[in-house]
């Protein structure tokens, strides 16, 4: 076991110069774009560890190797030749609610908004393990991709590893269309792995390759990255599927600099969109005074099928003008829920807080 | 005059809460993305003022009114119907740099990245003023997105104007394609105004409308903000026509965290683009020691045409292994230049500082 990383945290409501940069770089949904059952192109989250690469499609292939009986290469034309599966997914990064938390762990530092749903199309990556003749030890297959950089003093190509039962689950991708066009270079052109119902880390982008392996991979992305710790010496527990949350499009208009929300007296339709990675959902809630009380939110049918985000509303009538405090919540089937005051962790990962949105109501 | 904005300023290295919010929503162009002449969806710069309007592309359509003979509505599909021209533009906010100026103005906290270039397509602005019928003492045209919010204090629409003259050149479009397809949302979907060679603001997305006025405008967005001050009660003059700047794409492979760069010893091709909306780009320069001594890229013809960045590229030898401050500056035929230092003004805008990349040289 290699030790965790130290942990660096920041300073309340001060953002270091790191951050921006990260932040600049990465970027979120904007909330409002939630109205968008899939994610327009160009507003879906994205965390790119290092930098995009520069990848030929003409002549990019991926190594199908290790424990396998038929270790082979296959091109792109090759993989779209194969059996064509479309799922609508919805996924977040595993760090969304980082900033929130106190104090604060130094990374991609999200509010709210590393999320979006998109229609990823590709081949199911099961058939194409079993055709390449599994090893009786197999253990678990390693994806790797073409992005390349240093993280916690080590130079790396990103990668992270599957159980064998996790890889072949029918809905694991090798996707290579997102919403009915080839992958854009930022969403891991030309083919990139996609895991429904894991946190983004699992969807390796940019693929060059996998890797069958009969011992557990032990590689920065796996085993120091992407664990929930308590303590910053403790292995912790790996990160997988995506927790329950709801989010709401913040009604109104906003303020530019502050963001907060200004809307006249009256009736407003709240809306927002719920996800669970483990269990359908199962509630969602919205309070209208910063938390005290909370009623039920209409959830509307699983239209877009198990994997992406569900569609809710909830009908408010502001008691009165002045300052509100709007939240929402989600709990799923499974008894996994949000909670009212943000959770902590090493590493930042999976804040279940609940989002509050501050509003004015003009009387 | 009604008063400036009362300025408001950060303390070096620590983003408030704000500027995180922006940072998480607006995004800029990841400076790998520098390798693409034309910026795909989703990697070109995004400033939104407020949020992204909610817009029926079948029922919109454009308000032409105010000193005109014939006032008028056009859809969607008569303003697809006249005359076509296709433009790559290299469009630029105005903030640009403005988180590396000392005191740092409060708003979109930029580094280097608010640009991206792409292909626009549209009808030309001039002829349809001119159906339109100017009144003789017509002055200005202003133009009104669909976006609201609330800035300064004033609840407003996002609104610009520009002088007749200016409105009339042949390259202000009203722009309905972007690389060939219709507009995302966030690009201002149906149609927006495209002013080649002028900062982003000019470009008013979500066009509702365009009102031909007898007197100079006074919105918030023409005379409160988007104004070069030295001093928060001086009427400063308008932001225009974007002034020089090099970017490089960041050699070698980055840190994750710190962005930092690492790359073996030996010859490296620096690569980058240079633009100016004033004039063509004359020079593009480069140095490794932070800019203590300059030397000249080679720069490559304007491919793209006159409104877009131009390639350039530097054969950097290293001199020895370790650390490096790269730069890059550019100066235009019309005498503007980058300067070496941060520029400062009370709006952060165009701040003419050479981009600083820290590199690595492992030996």
Same mark, same amino acid.
């Given at each position: 076991m290699p030790p965790s990383t130290d942990p660096v945290f920041g300073e309340p409501g001060r953002l270091t110069v790191e951050e921006l940069q990260l932040a600049t770089r990465n970027h979120g949904l904007p909330l409002e774009a939630l109205r968008y059952p899939l994610t327009p192109a160009?507003?879906? @989250?994205?965390?790119?560890? @290092? $930098?995009?690469? !520069?990848? $030929?499609? &003409?002549?990019?292939?991926?190594e199908v190797d290790g424990a396998v009986a038929l270790p082979r290469r296959l091109t792109l034309e090759q993989l779209r030749a194969r059996p064509r599966?479309?799922? !609508?997914?919805?996924? &977040?990064?595993? =760090?969304? =609610?980082?900033?929130?938390?106190?104090p604060r762990p130094l990374s991609q530092p999200w509010l709210h908004e590393a999320v979006g749903t998109a229609e990823w199309s590709g081949t199911p990556l099961g058939a194409l393990l079993d055709e390449a003749g599994l090893d009786p030890k197999a253990r678990e297959i390693v994806f790797t991709g073409l992005d390349r950089g240093v993280e916690g003093g080590i130079e790396q190509s990103y990668a992270r590893a599957l159980s064998l039962d996790d890889a072949r689950r029918p809905e694991v991708l090798l996707a290579y269309e997102m919403n009915g066009q080839p992958l854009l270079p930022q969403h891991g052109a030309p083919v990139r792995l996609v895991v429904p119902g894991w946190y983004g880390m699992a969807s390796v982008k940019w693929l060059s390759g996998l890797s069958v392996v009969r011992e557990p991979f032990r590689g920065y992305q796996q085993e120091r990255s992407y664990r929930f710790?308590? $303590?910053p010496d403790e292995p912790g527990v790996a990160m997988q599927r995506i927790r329950p949350r709801a989010l709401m499009i913040p009604p109104g208009i906003p303020d530019f600099f502050t963001r907060r929300r200004v809307l006249p007296m009256g009736p407003c339709r709240i809306a927002g969109r719920a996800w669970s990675g483990t269990s359908p959902i199962a509630a969602v809630e919205v309070s209208d005074d910063d938390g005290a009380t909370w009623r039920e939110a209409t959830l509307e049918p699983a239209e877009l099928g198990p994997w992406a985000w569900r569609s809710w509303s909830y009908d408010w009538q502001p008691r009165a003008a002045g300052e509100h405090v709007l939240c929402?919540?989600?709990r799923d089937t499974g008894g996994s829920a949000q909670t009212d005051a943000p959770g902590w962790n090493v590493g930042g990962y999976a804040n279940p807080a609940a989002q509050r949105v501050s509003v004015t109501v003009e009387g």
């Open positions: 160009g507003l879906h @989250y994205l965390l790119i560890h @290092y $930098d995009v690469p !520069a990848v $030929d499609a &003409e002549t990019w292939s991926l599966t479309t799922l !609508a997914v919805t996924m &977040e990064c595993a =760090g969304n =609610g980082r900033a929130l938390m106190d710790r308590l $303590d929402c919540r989600a």
